[in-house]
Structures are given as C-alpha cells and as structure tokens.
C-alpha cells in the first residue's frame, strides 16, 4: 500500500523567509497530493492541492510542486507571516480515494 | 460548498461505554470518511462510505466501530466499548464533487476515561 513520508517534522523559519516542506510517496498509481493546514483544536483544512497530472500550481504565496518520476511532492509558503504558524499535512491519495498522510511537520515563524 | 460539522465537538466517556460521534449536515455527497488522529500523530484512515456502504476500512476499524447514514443527512462513527486507545480527534470529512478534494469537519475530541 502506499506510504508517504514527510520531512522535516519541525520548521522554524524567520519571518518573512520562505518555507519548504518536502513529501516522498511510495504508490506509483497515487494521483492526487492535498496539502493541509491544522491549527491547534482545528480539523485539517486544505490549503492547496496538485493532481498527477499537473508539476506545479500556485496560490498567492503558497505553491506545490510535484515529481511523478522521483515520487515527491513538496510545500513552498514565500514571504512567511505568523499566521502561517501551523502544523502542515502532505498526503497521497490511492484509486480508492483513501487519503494516505504524511507524519506533519510544525512550522514555526519566528517574528 | 456547505462545511461539514461534527457533534460533540468534545466526548468524554468511561472505558466500555459506547459512543456515537456525528457528522452534520450532510450534502448530497456520495463519499464520506472518518479519520482519527491520537494526540500528536499522523492522521490515520478508518473508513470510507459509498453509496450507504462501507467501500474500504483499515485494520483500526476493528469489530467495535460501525458507521451509518440512518437518515440520509447525519453520518455517524459507533464504537461500541471504548477502550484508553481510542482517545483521539475524529474527523468526518467528505469528497467534494467536481474537484474531488476532501473537506473535514471540526472534529470529535474523544476522551476514554
């Protein structure tokens, strides 16, 4: 089954700064990498998403990128402000549309 | 599209009482899925319903949980004698038609005394 991996699992950056959070999936047949931002006692809340179909889409500040070849997909937030403070949630998802999630990474922004 | 919402927003029950979490209200979609994540971990898969039936289910989603859709709007998560472990923030979520992204209630704080 698939598998994704998420580095790093703590991000503190300055703000203003940019921001990369990177994903690695192991299914070849995953065709669809959401992004999620959760804040604490919130549920995850999509933030942007990418299709296989597709290397890179933006929104703002925030963009993905997507390697079908090398299995990854990876976060850019640019010009970080402290609301970005969060925790940030990569996942695949297989032909069942079972969402597989990354483990989280906490990004922090340092005023 | 509508938010999803969950009720309770907070449950505190005893070791082997039963408890039912809800997801309300619910559009006309037609897949629906129930995650939980333990305090500080990844957001793990349960279930996923279609069409009013359980299409997939992980190995969590063990003989003490069941789901229903009982009026064609609420969608619930069961379980049946709860145990320390399954202390966890369920979410409900749902697919979203056209785009065919996942939009997630509030969640389900669960504490098992």
């Known amino acids: 089954g698939e598998n994704v991996e998420q580095h790093p699992s703590t991000l503190s950056v300055q703000e203003g700064d940019s921001a990369v959070i990177k994903c690695t999936y192991s299914d070849s047949a995953s065709n669809y990498f959401p992004w999620y931002k959760q804040e604490l006692g919130k549920g995850p809340q999509l933030i942007i998403d990418i299709r296989s179909n597709v290397g890179e889409k933006k929104d703002q500040r925030i963009a993905v990128t997507l390697n079908k070849t090398a299995k990854h997909f990876s976060l850019h937030i640019t010009e970080t402000q402290p609301e970005d403070s969060a925790v940030y949630f990569c996942?695949?998802?297989?032909?069942?549309?079972?969402?597989?999630w990354g483990a989280g990474t906490k990004l922090i922004i340092k005023p | 599209e509508p938010e999803v919402t969950q009720t309770p927003s907070h449950q505190v029950t005893q070791m082997g009482q039963e408890v039912i979490l809800r997801c309300v209200p619910i559009s006309n979609h037609l897949y629906f899925y129930w995650y939980r994540q333990i305090l500080g971990q990844k957001v793990e898969f349960l279930v996923s319903?279609?069409?009013?039936?359980?299409?997939?289910k992980s190995e969590i989603f063990d003989d003490q949980f069941s789901v229903e859709r009982p009026d064609g709007s609420n969608f619930t998560l069961k379980i049946r004698s709860t145990k320390l472990e399954d202390s966890a923030m369920y979410f409900c979520a749902r697919m979203d038609s056209g785009n065919y992204g996942y939009t997630f209630g509030s969640g389900t704080r669960l504490t098992v005394v």
């Open positions: 319903f279609y069409n009013n039936e359980i299409s997939e």
């Open positions: 996942a695949a998802s297989d032909s069942n549309y079972q969402l597989i």
